[in-house]
């Protein structure tokens, strides 16, 4: 069964064979482990049952169950690198983790994990039947073939949205959609390692630490932000900011939405009406206490609103953003004066009418939002690419304001830090507890982490398998990951520890309208740098690495790469780790030193960095 037997010798023998692999061969492949007979059922084989009735079937249990990744130490594939991907696509679509799990949506209006159930349910059993020395192949959601590599390549590799540029647009897109031929994987919904609003809690808490260290004179105390978006990235903010020492006024057209984030405490108070959210707002901050509202309603609508009570004397905000989905004009923004139930029924019967009213409404939105900017209010976009949007729609000073990231992140690009996210395959929250205490005595300087820590032990719920997220730099993320596996080794923790990041990271985002905004060299379009990063991971034996498109910003605006490795204990992945987690944020400070980012040459001297045109 192993590419050689020097490479795997206790492969050889069938009873070192996981149980589930022995249950695919019987007669002489058992006896011999040939791959090839006729009796050894491969992963790649089609299954031998009518279409329909499989989708049919599939979509029943679908609706029937709720799909809840494993937890404890019982493998369902052949070792923990393979049953790491089979739980964490299964994590993704968990109904406490997931916004539409039904549909097979992650997050970020049509992020999904799976391109259909039928795929879905094929993924798994690929993944149970694959071999240590085999990789699954990935197609927009759709496992296309499983072939034979060897035991440091990755175990999964995947390709999501991805489309030639003339033809990377929405229209197009939609069409593959709907022939079945394409999905959105968004960025970390159809690379199987999204773990709920926490995956993006603490960049958002640190971009907003930095705007009240810029215009605040670092404190956030008696004031509030202002913003829009409760989904799975939105719902972030209101915890966020309130963690900053502010208070939020997050808008949200769902009330499901708000609902769920009072539920898991990153939202304090839920109100029907603008006043009703501004009598709370006015009376936290006169106390200079920090809490979150969410205001059922449409940011196209109430921000125009809040302009001109502004503009009349009334209160105005500290910060204004935005997280809608408004990078999916179809299905993530809701159009002035319609109803949630209109806009469901119209996606379906008139999507170009749906669209055009979204788009317009978008406009509304952003020259509301420069009102703000030209009161001295600052003002960012947080990714969502709505300016790019507005100025499509004839609003020609879109981009008076800026991004996030050319705000307020980059220098910490330039540093190799970014967001490492990991998660505990047994189930249990101790384990993270533990990998908790061990990040304090690894970094006893670092105190903003340890604050972060704490911070994110009181408020922040566990959403599907347990889960942590901190910001790591370059010499930093490889050290918790070693220290990890040796918790797994001498059996500190109940089981392994999966490692991965967001794509929004230094090294592997090409994205003009967020990550790589305004770059230096005039170089934000460049999408050369999330390639080699993938290509990187996958030489350094990262478990599984993903390319994408269209994630955070929409159909022709990103390309970005993600990378995830597995904690299991071994040897062998100390090694794979020490490359891994090394090389993967040091792309990030090559791609900005080469951009002519200061900071970014130094740490890469710092660091030995081995840059030949430095």
């Known amino acids: 069964m192993a590419a050689s037997a020097n490479a795997l010798p206790s492969w050889k023998k069938t009873a070192c064979w996981h149980p589930t692999l022995r249950r695919c061969v019987s007669g002489q492949a058992a006896a011999t482990g040939q791959r090839h007979s006729p009796h050894y059922y491969p992963a790649w084989a089609p299954i031998q049952l009518n279409k329909e009735s499989v989708m049919s079937e599939t979509l029943s249990k679908a609706v029937a169950r709720e799909i809840r990744a494993p937890r404890g130490n019982e493998l369902h594939c052949a070792n923990w690198l393979i049953e790491a991907a089979y739980r964490m696509i299964q994590n993704n679509l968990d109904p406490d983790v997931a916004e539409r799990p039904e549909d097979l949506v992650v997050y970020g209006g049509i992020g999904k994990a799976a391109r259909n159930w039928e795929c879905f349910e094929q993924i798994l059993r690929s993944l149970q039947l694959l071999q240590p020395d085999e990789t699954l192949l990935i197609q927009s959601g759709k496992p296309v073939g499983v072939f034979r590599t060897h035991a440091d390549a990755p175990r999964v590799l995947l390709a999501n949205s991805n489309l030639v540029p003339h033809w990377a647009n929405w229209d197009h897109f939609h069409e593959l959609d709907k022939a079945g031929l394409m999905m959105y994987g968004q960025m970390t919904a159809g690379s199987w390692i999204y773990i709920g609003a926490q995956g993006i809690v603490q960049g958002t808490y640190e971009t907003f630490v930095e705007a009240g260290r810029q215009h605040y004179n670092n404190d956030l105390s008696g004031r509030w932000i202002l ?295 005039g170089s934000d379009a460049v999408s050369d740098w999330p390639l080699l990063n993938a290509l990187l991971n996958t030489a350094g034996g990262a478990t599984w690495v993903s390319l994408h498109h269209g994630g955070g910003v929409g159909m022709g605006f990103s390309q970005h790469s993600g990378v995830v490795i597995v904690c299991d204990g071994t040897e062998a992945a100390d090694a794979r780790l020490g490359r891994v987690l090394w090389n993967d944020p040091a792309t990030g400070v090559m791609r900005h030193a080469d951009a002519g980012y200061e900071q970014a040459q130094q740490c890469a001297t710092k660091h030995g960095l081995n840059l030949p045109m430095q």
């Open 227 to 521: 913003t829009a978006g409760l989904g799975g990235m939105g719902g972030a903010q209101p915890l966020a900011g309130v963690l900053a020492g502010a208070c939020v006024l997050a808008i949200e057209c769902q009330e499901s939405r708000i609902d769920f984030r009072l539920r898991t405490r990153y939202v304090d108070y839920k109100a029907t009406s603008l006043d009703e959210a501004l009598a709370l707002i006015d009376e936290a901050t006169k106390a200079k206490k920090a809490i979150s509202v969410g205001l059922l309603g449409n940011a196209a609508e109430i921000l125009p609103e809040l302009v001109k009570r502004a503009k009349a004397g009334g209160p105005k905000p500290d910060i204004v953003t935005d997280q809608t989905s408004a990078h999916d004009p179809l299905n993530g923004y809701l159009p002035i004066d319609w109803d949630v139930s209109r806009w469901e029924q119209e996606r379906k019967t008139h999507p170009k009418a749906v669209e055009k009213a979204a788009r317009a409404s978008m406009a509304v939105h952003v020259q509301a939002m420069l009102d703000f900017c030209h009161m001295g209010i600052p003002t960012v976009d947080y990714g969502n690419n709505i300016r790019q949007v507005a100025l499509d729609e004839g609003v020609s000073n879109a981009f008076d304001f800026p991004g996030f990231v050319p705000a307020y992140i980059r220098p910490l690009f330039c540093e190799g830090k970014g967001p490492f996210r990991w998660v505990a395959l047994s189930g249990d929250p101790e384990d993270i507890y533990k990998t908790d205490a061990k990040l304090k005595e690894l970094f006893p300087q670092h105190k903003t982490l340890h604050r972060w820590l704490d911070m994110a032990q009181e408020r922040i719920a566990f959403q599907g398998l347990p889960a942590r997220i901190c910001w790591l730099g370059l010499g930093e993320r490889h050290l918790a990951a070693l220290a990890f596996n040796e918790m797994v080794r001498n059996g500190e923790l109940k089981a392994p520890i999966v490692i991965g990041r967001d794509h929004l990271d230094c090294g592997s985002v090409a994205s003009p309208n967020r990550e790589t905004e305004a770059m230096k060299d």
